[in-house]
């Protein structure tokens, strides 16, 4: 059975700097993309970046480049999320989440990590 369980989320200042990460367990994932999601109060999840554990390609959502990179660690099965420069508007719960690199939609999910950005 897939488990993922992020931690790293807290409360930190605009400008400021955090790293999420994500324990991937319950199979082989080689051929997995792992993904980070948000979503905000009142608003709806919305997908922030991927990695395919599988050559390593990577993606970001436009409303985070250049400030928020994906890495992950096969050896150990974990995805890290570093967010720099963190504004206000990245406050919402994170999400990890996991597919199989031929699915289209992502099908495991962690519960969740907290991120507040004040200002």
């Known amino acids: 059975q897939v488990q993922l369980v992020e931690s790293g989320g807290g409360l930190v200042q605009t400008g400021g700097s955090l790293r999420l990460s994500c324990a991937a367990s319950g199979r082989t994932f080689s051929r997995y993309t792992m993904g980070w999601f948000r979503q905000a109060p009142g608003k709806e999840r919305e997908f922030v970046a991927g990695?395919?554990?599988?050559?390593?390609?990577?993606s970001v959502a436009d409303s985070v480049k250049g400030r928020f990179t994906i890495s992950g660690d096969n050896a150990k099965n974990m995805v890290y999320l570093q967010m720099n420069s963190l504004k206000p508007e990245d406050t919402a719960v994170y999400y990890c989440a996991a597919r199989p690199q031929v699915a289209s939609n992502f099908n495991y999910w962690g519960q969740g990590t907290q991120v507040t950005v004040s200002s």
């Open positions: 990695i395919n554990w599988f050559g390593g390609s990577t």
